[in-house]
């Protein structure tokens, strides 16, 4: 019986030990131990400052962009990217900023040929797209 009252006053012992230094430290440096990882931003919040306007033309479908699927389009969207114009004017590096913001499974997706793809998208010029498309594996040079 001993030992049991034992364990429980150590194990008593480690949690209030463990909240004392936590609390410590978030009066110290104005953060916590907590182990948990700070979530990824949200498309949202990267996004917060592109202006919200009303689209006189209706959305071109992105997935005609090779590497481009539904949920990238779907954070196309997200991000102010609806034509093939605003794509084609569009940075890749801005481009990969709301890849990751879409979390792990965007990441290692490459923007890189998406601007020259959905320019010629928004030019009509279908047989140079496919040219290129042809020469591309997953949006990337093969």
Same mark, same amino acid.
Not at 29 to 53: F, K, Q, R, W, Y
Not at 108 to 136: C, F, I, M, N, Y
């Given at each position: 019986?001993?030992?049991?009252?034992?364990?429980? =006053?150590?194990?008593?012992?480690?949690?209030?030990?463990?909240?004392?230094?936590?609390? =410590?430290? %978030?009066?110290?440096?104005?953060?916590?131990?907590?182990?948990?990882?700070?979530?990824?931003?949200? @498309?949202?919040?990267? @996004?917060?400052? @592109?202006?919200?306007?009303?689209?006189?033309?209706?959305?071109?479908?992105? !997935?005609?962009?090779?590497?481009?699927?539904? !949920?990238?389009?779907?954070?196309?969207? $997200?991000?102010?990217?609806?034509?093939?114009?605003?794509?084609? %004017? #569009?940075?890749?590096?801005?481009?990969?900023?709301?890849? $990751?913001?879409?979390?792990?499974?965007?990441?290692?997706?490459?923007?890189? #040929?998406?601007?020259?793809?959905?320019?010629?998208?928004?030019?009509?010029?279908?047989?140079?797209?496919? @040219?290129?498309?042809?020469?591309?594996?997953?949006?990337?040079?093969?």
């Amino acid at each position: 019986m001993e030992w049991l009252i034992a364990i429980i =006053a150590l194990i008593a012992g480690l949690i209030i030990g463990w909240w004392l230094a936590n609390r =410590a430290c %978030e009066q110290q440096h104005g953060t916590s131990t907590n182990l948990t990882p700070e979530p990824e931003p949200a @498309v949202a919040e990267i @996004v917060e400052d @592109v202006p919200v306007e009303a689209k006189e033309q209706d959305p071109d479908d992105l !997935k005609k962009i090779e590497g481009v699927g539904p !949920k990238i389009a779907e954070l196309l969207n $997200m991000g102010g990217i609806y034509t093939f114009t605003e794509l084609a %004017e #569009t940075q890749p590096d801005r481009i990969k900023e709301l890849l $990751m913001a879409g979390g792990e499974p965007f990441r290692a997706h490459d923007p890189g #040929t998406w601007p020259q793809q959905a320019r010629l998208a928004a030019d009509e010029k279908w047989s140079e797209l496919q @040219v290129l498309q042809d020469e591309l594996e997953g949006g990337r040079p093969a």
